[in-house]
């Protein structure tokens, strides 16, 4: 079993910055890819960014390329995502998953191809 824990997450104001973290219990953490999705109110979950087992290989959703980055501490058991000039669309519950495949080369951003998730952190931009 894998137990993932987000925090972070909270209120800032468009423009600012948020730096989410997501915590992995569990001996192999530095063998899997890891991922960050987002859902807002009455919407499907959606890929924001994702790291390979390495750090070598990293994705980005369009809607956060340039504003948004991954990276991970496989010393620590943990991955991050560093938000810069939020954005009001930004207001999302964050999540981060494992990948299923261990050692996957690259990065997926399928939500089918992560199998365990934390309990999601709640980032809120105002204007």
């Known amino acids: 079993q894998v137990q993932l824990v987000e925090s972070g997450g909270g209120l800032a104001q468009a423009g600012g910055s948020l730096r989410l973290s997501c915590a992995a219990s569990?001996?192999?953490?530095?063998?899997?890819?890891m991922g960050w999705f987002r859902q807002a109110p009455g919407k499907e979950r959606e890929f924001v960014s994702a790291?390979?087992?390495?750090?070598?290989?990293?994705a980005y959703a369009d809607s956060v390329k340039g504003r948004f980055t991954i990276s991970r501490d496989n010393a620590k058991n943990t991955v991050y995502l560093e938000m810069a000039t939020l954005k009001l669309e930004d207001t999302a519950v964050y999540y981060c998953?494992?990948?299923?495949?261990?050692?996957?080369?690259?990065?997926?951003?399928?939500?089918?191809?992560?199998?365990?998730w934390g309990q999601g952190t709640q980032v809120t931009v105002s204007s």
């Open positions: 569990g001996r192999t953490f530095g063998s899997y890819a």
């Open positions: 998953a494992k990948d299923r495949f261990a050692t996957r080369l690259g990065v997926t951003q399928r939500v089918q191809d992560y199998d365990y």
């Open positions: 790291i390979n087992w390495s750090g070598g290989s990293t």
